[in-house]
């Protein structure tokens, strides 16, 4: 890939500093950094929250953080360590006390001046213009500071036009880092040299060749403490409008004129002005909204959603969801996107499908498979090509099997060199360069997509279909698919080689 490489960040200010976030993922992701050597000697990362810890308790805390989240465990590399835990301080800042501000000022001191300042807002979204506010309001956004702001941005498209408004107000638009982690995961970064460095898929990339596309991403892990947060989002907010639309939106965009944010976002924005709504009546066929109930899973017990969290009760937020998601342009027309996301179901996987049509014409007796390409984006990536293979066999009998044409990056690649997604995107937004970031026109136009989904779903007083615990999700899933033939692979090919 080509980088316009900018000014390298002096500080980070990390709001939502001590939170659940930062210690398990932005961090640990800076830790790997500092062990590859790529970040600089005078950048310093200042934890911020309402919280009133001491710079040593920040340190333990993300220290424990560390160990329990990093690729290399710290204290087999004590050096890079303590070098990485001298970088980082903390200060109590609350957006409620503007004075607050005064002392992050006094904090930063010329560094301001001398370098770029980047702040990570790993906060909830209702904080994420007052604290842009109160940064302006003394003096502490100049033309090279930074912004990261974490997905969700908003609730709604409404409440993310007021954010990327507000927001702009303060900041460049080039300066707005809009992060998706999935977008740093190194599978999804692949899906842009397997469609465009190679000269194979692209003539086969449309209608006439593909069947349908499944994209999934399973998690097992439930809502557990963070109840409070989700029951007001649910799946469709937490994941589709974001993770999972952008996966959609590689794999189905035009090939981009340049690697550059401006051309990339430019294609994923037609991609989403692309998707056929699915608003009214079509909200009861084409979605599927789930829920789970009590499990078990190798023996173990799992609650129910309704149980979970502090403050046990019913709820009708949808822990899965399932969509048939129609695209309405040239390449895609008549081929389904089939997407699915849910918490609890049996295994932690994230795959994207794509199935191709059959051949048109068959010489031999036996019948043979479509090919599929299988993109699998974690746990382990891996790119499966499934072929049409001849068994070998001496007495000339025709045996036809369906086999994988392999890559596996975990084999190939030394695992530890495989970067982690917030890896990748903090060491992208330290040295300023943001094609892997959203622009504020695809966020809004995928709210836009998504609101119509939700209206549709209050319209019609949608419920939520339970599924087991440690299953794959609600029936009406299957049929959802079963509906025009079809199946989902749920994790066939591991479970088969
Ligand atoms: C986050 C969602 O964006 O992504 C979480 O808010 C979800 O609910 C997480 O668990 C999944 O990320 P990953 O990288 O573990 O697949």
Not at 109 to 114: H, L, P, R, T, V
Request: hydrophobic share 40%; aromatic share 10%.
């Amino acid at each position: 890939m080509s980088f316009s490489i900018n000014e390298k960040a002096r500080s980070l200010v990390l709001f939502g500093g001590n939170g659940d976030l930062s210690y398990r993922k932005l961090l640990p992701a800076l830790f790997n950094l500092e062990r590859k050597d790529l970040l600089a000697d005078n950048l310093t990362i200042l934890g911020c929250s309402r919280s009133d810890i001491s710079n040593e308790v920040f340190r333990e805390e993300a220290l424990e953080g560390l160990r329990e989240n990093a690729t290399a465990h710290p204290d087999e590399v004590p050096e890079i360590t303590e070098k990485f835990l001298n970088r980082l301080s903390f200060l109590t800042v609350d957006a409620n006390h503007p004075e607050h501000f005064q002392d992050l000022k006094k904090t930063l001191g010329d560094s301001i001046a001398n370098g770029c300042c980047i702040y990570y807002l790993a906060t909830p979204p209702g904080l994420f213009v007052p604290i842009c506010q109160l940064l302006n309001d003394v003096g502490l956004v100049n033309s090279s500071s930074r912004l990261v702001i974490e997905k969700p941005i908003g609730y709604n498209l409404e409440s993310s036009i007021e954010i990327n408004d507000a927001v702009a107000a303060i900041f460049k638009e080039k300066n707005i880092y809009r992060i998706d982690h999935y977008m740093g995961k190194s599978a999804v970064q692949n899906l842009l040299a397997l469609r465009f460095a190679n000269v194979m898929f692209e003539p086969l990339w449309n209608h006439n060749f593909i069947d349908h596309v499944q994209i999934t991403v399973s998690e097992s892990v439930g809502v557990g403490n963070r109840k409070a947060f989700y029951d007001n989002v649910g799946a469709l907010r937490d994941m589709v409008q974001n993770h999972l639309l952008q996966l959609l939106s590689f794999i189905a965009m035009e090939p981009p004129t340049h690697l550059t944010p401006e051309a990339l976002q430019l294609e994923k924005i037609k991609v989403f002005r692309s998707l056929r709504p699915i608003e009214g009546k079509r909200t009861k066929y084409n979605t599927v909204r789930g829920q789970y109930s009590g499990g078990e899973v190798d023996g173990k017990r799992l609650a129910a959603y309704k149980d979970e969290g502090e403050s046990p009760a019913e709820s009708n937020t949808e822990s899965f969801v399932a969509l048939k998601v129609d695209i309405d342009n040239w390449r895609w027309s008549g081929v389904p996107f089939y997407l699915r996301t849910g918490k609890r179901l049996s295994t932690r996987y994230a795959e994207i499908d794509i199935q191709f049509k059959g051949i048109h014409h068959s010489i031999f007796k036996l019948p043979t498979k479509a090919n599929r390409l299988i993109i699998r984006l974690q746990p382990k990536d891996t790119i499966k090509l499934v072929i049409m293979n001849q068994e070998p066999s001496l007495s000339g009998a025709l045996n036809l099997v369906s086999d994988p044409l392999n890559l596996s990056f975990h084999d190939q690649y030394d695992p530890g060199d495989i970067p982690k997604g917030y890896e990748r995107l903090l060491n992208d937004c330290i040295v300023g360069d943001s094609t892997l970031f959203m622009s504020r026109y695809e966020v809004e136009e995928a709210w836009r997509w998504i609101d119509a989904i939700l209206a549709g779903w209050e319209e019609f007083d949608i419920p939520v279909e339970y599924y087991p615990a440690g299953s794959m999700g609600p029936d009406a899933a299957d049929q959802l698919l079963a509906k025009d033939g079809r199946k989902w692979f749920n994790n066939q090919y591991d479970n088969e080689k």
